[in-house]
C-alpha cells in the first residue's frame, strides 16, 4: 500500500497515516500525513490491529475505500 500508520487513543475509531511512500498505491491515491483513516471498504477501523487484519484479507490488484478525515473534513 505504501503507507505507515499509528494508533490513536483508546477510545478513537480509526489510524493515523505517519508516512507516504512516493509513487506508491497511497500516494497515488492522495493520501497525505495527518490523515485519519476511519473506515476501510465501508467498516469501522476499529485500530492498528483491525487495520493489519484488514490489510492482510485483500488480494493484491483488489481497490480498497477509505473514508478519510483530513482536517476535520470526512473524504
Not at 22 to 49: C, F, H, Q, T
Request: hydrophobic share 35%.
Amino acid at each position: 500500500l505504501g503507507l505507515e500508520v499509528q494508533s490513536l487513543g483508546p477510545d478513537e475509531i480509526g489510524v493515523l497515516v505517519t508516512e507516504v511512500i512516493d509513487k506508491s498505491p497511497a500516494w497515488k491515491a492522495g493520501l497525505m500525513v495527518g490523515d485519519r483513516l476511519l473506515g476501510y471498504n465501508g467498516e469501522a477501523i476499529d485500530g492498528i490491529e483491525n487495520f493489519g487484519e484488514r490489510l492482510t484479507e485483500t488480494q493484491p490488484g483488489d481497490t480498497i475505500r477509505f473514508i478519510v478525515d483530513r482536517n476535520g473534513r470526512n473524504m
